[in-house]
Structure formats: structure tokens, C-alpha cells
């Protein structure tokens, strides 16, 4: 009889979880995590698009490995009974000091796509970015999302067409922008290369068995509306109805003269905060800020672009020491925990932005997965939080971290 009461103190059995989506989610604990249910459940070529990087990936690495080399100096007996994670960006309130950022060809990952994204966004009082390839257009994120959204602009050639979207953003409602810098030429991603990937992926022997193996994907694909360039269709030769390759796309459509006085030109119709994104050098981060650009965004495209440059954590301390307490400083790359918002906000960012991490979660569990993602962070950023010694965002300070010898 004893033997039984002890078995029946010790065992306890789970009950039984029905809902599938719910059973995957209750097995993620970390960034990883939905990476590698992500890349079970997406075919190859997807899933290579989505985390990809540049040549032989070294930047791609070091973007998130460069985190590691900070490490706390927490303070104790603090009183954090009541931590504060919330922040504002541009002087609206964020619930963290977290950006969702544009991300291309989101469709790709969950049918919804950009849809999902800015739902949870909004849920989570975040600010998300939709991107001038984005998959769904201004005016349907727009009529699904009443929270602060940011347009990401790529200057093509058809300078007409660049205003007429930014004008759209700022009428439906969009608070900032986005300019990315860092793309005059497309980086050689080998992946992609290796995969023949194109946007939207073509339909041949290779993925006919690369959907038979990965149904899920395949059936949300084929019972939707075919993916396109939302934003453009029908007036650009390369909107997504049909194959193409990006580098082919970039070398036909981005315009490589673009320089420091199309800031100039992007003021005459857009009044509200600028960002840089691409930024990797103290130089061009002052020069940016002479002319008047309210944002740095230190990124290097998520090592996509130009393999062994700067990871943006490394750039953080110095663009700051340079600029004071000039610009909004955002980390664009490599965040993986709220840890690393933490030890950003040390080094003199505003906020960090982040891409890959809520594509993973859009592959591995749709919108509910964006919504467990961004919970993740911001537990994270609370918990480092309370045990680092600090209540607010604004006692985050410099001696909180330190690089490591």
C-alpha cells in the first residue's frame, strides 16, 4: 500500500493536448527552436531563403556569436517587484524596446504572411515593418492592424513608383520609414544558388517531391491566391506573377546611383521619421545624422549582403560615443533572446529589430507562433531584467555589461 501512495505522489500524467499547433508550441523553448520545427515543416529551397546568408556565412554567424562576447555585471538586493520593459520609439509607446523588421516575400512561410505578423504585432504594442517586396499590400495591413507600422523602402529606378508607395504608407497610416542602403547590387546568397530559388518558387520535379514531403506547406500554398509583390502588381514587369530570380530582380529594378541627396528627395513627400538601414561604419552613421536622419539602423542585412562586414552589436558603443544623444540608434541582426535587447540598450541602442526570428515562428506555427515568439522576448527582456538589478528600460546603463577578455 505504501509502494502505491508513493507512486501516486511522484507520477503525474500530462494531459492529452488535441490541438496540434498547441503541441508544437509547448515543445519550443528557445530562437532555435522554431528554427528546427521551421525547417522540418517548410521545403528545403523555402526554408534556405528564409535563413540564408551570404557566401560562406561568416557574418550570418558572427551577427548572433558577437552577442556571447558581452557578458553582465548584475547588481542584487535591487527591489524588482515591478520591472518595467515598455519604451518609446520616435515618441510612440512599444511594450519593448523591440521592432518588428521588414522582412521580403513573407507569404512564403504561412499563407498570411505579412497579415499574421502585423496582428501579433499589434498585439504584443510593437511596432512592424512591412517591406516594399512585401507580399501583402499597404492597404491590407492597414485594414488589419491598428498598431504603429513602419514602411521599408527600396529605391527603385521608377522614382514615380517609390513616391506613389510611400505616399500610400503615409496615408493608410504608417509612422516611419525605412530606407534600406545596403542593397546597390544583390549579395551572392549560394544557398539560393545551390536550390535554383526563385520568388515565388517554381513549380518543377524537384518541388513537386519537396511538397509531397512537406504537405503542410504545399496545401496552404495551393489553396491560396498566388504570392506576388502586392504593393506593385501590375505596374512592374517583375511584381511576382511570374518566376524570377532576386538577383535578377535587383539588377533590373534597384537603382545603384542612389546617394546621400535622395534624402533630400524623400523629404518632399514624407514628413515623418527617417531610418537608415544598412549602416555599418561611424562615418556614414554621422554623416546620416548631419542631414538630418532621425535613425541608424546598423544592419548588415542579416549577413545576407557582404560577407565579413561589421556585426551591428559591435557597432553599437562607438556610433553612439560618436553621436551623443543625437539619433535613434536600432541593433538590426542577430538578436536571439531578450537577453540581447538588453545588452544592446547597455551599448547605447534605442531598440533592437528583429527578421529572421518571427519568420521562423510564422514557418513553424502561423500566427500563434508570432504571438508565442514575441512573448518569448519579451519574458526574456523581463527576466534579464530582474536579475541584472534593473525596473526600467532607462536604468539599463553601461556598467550593466562588459566585453568579455
Avoid at 235 to 254: I, K, W, Y
Wanted: charged residues 25%; proline residues 4%; aromatic residues 8%.
Amino acid at each position: 500500500m505504501g509502494m502505491i501512495q508513493t507512486f501516486r505522489s511522484v507520477v503525474q500524467f500530462d494531459s492529452i493536448t488535441l490541438d496540434p499547433v498547441e503541441r508544437r508550441l509547448k515543445k519550443i523553448a528557445s530562437i532555435d527552436d522554431y528554427r528546427k520545427v521551421a525547417k522540418r515543416r517548410l521545403p528545403f529551397g523555402v526554408f534556405d531563403y528564409i535563413d540564408g546568408g551570404a557566401e560562406d556565412e561568416r557574418t550570418l554567424q558572427r551577427n548572433t556569436r558577437d552577442f556571447s562576447d558581452i557578458e553582465f555585471r548584475p547588481r542584487v538586493l535591487r527591489d524588482v517587484s515591478d520591472v518595467d520593459t515598455s519604451t518609446s520609439i520616435f515618441g510612440r509607446p512599444a511594450s519593448m524596446p523591440l521592432i518588428l523588421a521588414p522582412t521580403g516575400f513573407t507569404r512564403i512561410a504561412h499563407s498570411q504572411g505579412e497579415l499574421a505578423v502585423a496582428r501579433a504585432a499589434a498585439r504584443a504594442s510593437l511596432p512592424w515593418s512591412l517591406s516594399t517586396m512585401g507580399t501583402r499590400s499597404i492597404e491590407e495591413v492597414a485594414a488589419v492592424s491598428d498598431g504603429d507600422k513602419w514602411f521599408q523602402v527600396y529605391t527603385w529606378k521608377d522614382r514615380g513608383l517609390v513616391r506613389e508607395l510611400v505616399e500610400r504608407a503615409r496615408h493608410a497610416g504608417f509612422t516611419a520609414l525605412w530606407l534600406t542602403v545596403d542593397t546597390a547590387v544583390l549579395g551572392r546568397r549560394e544557398r539560393d544558388v545551390r536550390r535554383g530559388m526563385t520568388l515565388p518558387p517554381k513549380i518543377g520535379l524537384g518541388t513537386i517531391l519537396d511538397g509531397a514531403i512537406h504537405p503542410w506547406w504545399t496545401l496552404d500554398f495551393l489553396r491560396n491566391e498566388p504570392i506576388t509583390f502586392a504593393n506593385v502588381v501590375g505596374r512592374n514587369e517583375d511584381d511576382g506573377t511570374t518566376a524570377v530570380s532576386l538577383a535578377e530582380h535587383v539588377a533590373r529594378q534597384f537603382d545603384q546611383a542612389l546617394s546621400w541627396d535622395d534624402i533630400d528627395w524623400l523629404r518632399t513627400f514624407w514628413d515623418g521619421p527617417i531610418v537608415l538601414k544598412g549602416i555599418q561604419t561611424v562615418a556614414d552613421a554621422k554623416q546620416a545624422v548631419a542631414l538630418g536622419v532621425e535613425g541608424i539602423g546598423l544592419s548588415n542585412h542579416g549577413g545576407r549582403q557582404l560577407d565579413d562586414a561589421p556585426t551591428p552589436i559591435s557597432l553599437v558603443e562607438p556610433v553612439r560615443q560618436e553621436l551623443g544623444a543625437d539619433a535613434t540608434i536600432i541593433c538590426d541582426g542577430g538578436v536571439r533572446r531578450g537577453s540581447d535587447i538588453v545588452k544592446a540598450i547597455a551599448l547605447g541602442a534605442d531598440a533592437v529589430s528583429i527578421g529572421r526570428p518571427y519568420f521562423y515562428a510564422l514557418g513553424a506555427a502561423g500566427e500563434r507562433g508570432v504571438d508565442h515568439m514575441l512573448a518569448f522576448m519579451r519574458d526574456g527582456l523581463h527576466r534579464t531584467m530582474a536579475l541584472s538589478g534593473v525596473r526600467s528600460i532607462a536604468e539599463i546603463d553601461r556598467d550593466l555589461v562588459q566585453w568579455k577578455r
